[in-house]
T-cell receptor, first 112, second 114 residues
Framework: DAKTTQPTSMDCAEGRAANLPCNHS???????VYWYRQIHSQGPQYIIH???NNETNEMASLIITEDRKSSTLILPHATLRDTAVYYC?????????????FGRGTSLIVHP | NAGVTQTPKFQVLKTGQSMTLQCAQD?????MSWYRQDPGMGLRLIHY???????DQGEVPNGYNVSRSTTEDFPLRLLSAAPSQTSVYFC?????????????FGPGTRLTVT
């Protein structure tokens, strides 16, 4: 799987959009980008994934650049409950990798 | 659905003791896995299973054993506990194919080895 690089920490004001970047410059054409988050003391939670098109669900939006070397997770109206560590992971679509491996992620703090 | 359940929630062991961390899921998921998370660190994969009777090692398997006799259960055994195994342990499950990376995690077991 391609490696990912994320900032160690970010902060955001409540009610504003939180934009979390992820660099995956070695990504190959058949690798999906996945995002998880982990609220303090809880197990990680799947958020969203995408291949090359932008994706949106009830939790967040995922924007993937045209060259697919980076992506941004957008929380459109961050709340205090969005304070968490956010993990960006890439996965081979061919299925050779069954289980994701997690890096250190980005610690997002949403402040009032 | 209860999802993924883990027991116990907290455990204190003395060095050299053995114990089993329990994990169960009621979603009929084929894939199950165990991670450990040390303070301020990301999750590290210990062992995983792609179906009943099939297990494989992850990144940090030493000191741990697993078995998968049923689809529902995936216990993690600590053979001889060491202080370095003090950590939070998470179990996860997922279905197969394209959704294999959409994992469901349990609430974790907080283990302290003295």
């Amino acid at each position: 799987d391609a490696k990912t690089t994320q900032p160690t920490s970010m902060d955001c004001a409540e009610g504003r959009a939180a934009n979390l970047p992820c660099n995956h410059s070695t990504i190959s054409g058949n690798e999906y980008v996945y995002w998880y988050r982990q609220i303090h003391s809880q197990g990680p939670q799947y958020i969203i994934h995408g291949l090359k098109n932008n994706e949106t669900n009830e939790m967040a939006s995922l924007i993937i650049t045209e060259d697919r070397k980076s992506s941004t997770l957008i929380l459109p109206h961050a709340t205090l409950r969005d304070t968490a560590v956010y993990y960006c992971i890439v996965r081979d679509r061919s299925g050779g990798s069954y289980i994701p491996t997690f890096g250190r992620g980005t610690s997002l703090i949403v402040h009032p | 659905n209860a999802g993924v359940t883990q027991t116990p929630k907290f455990q204190v062991l003395k060095t050299g003791q053995s114990m089993t961390l329990q994990c169960a899921q009621d979603m009929n998921h084929e894939y199950m896995s165990w991670y450990r998370q040390d303070p301020g660190m990301g999750l590290r994969l210990i062992h995983y299973s792609v179906g009943a009777g099939i297990t494989d090692q992850g990144e940090v398997p030493n000191g741990y054993n697993v078995s998968r006799s049923t689809t529902e259960d995936f216990p993690l055994r600590l053979l001889s506990a060491a202080p370095s195994q003090t950590s939070v342990y998470f179990c996860a499950s997922s279905t197969t194919g394209r959704r294999a990376y959409e994992q469901y995690f349990g609430p974790g077991t907080r283990l302290t080895v003295t």
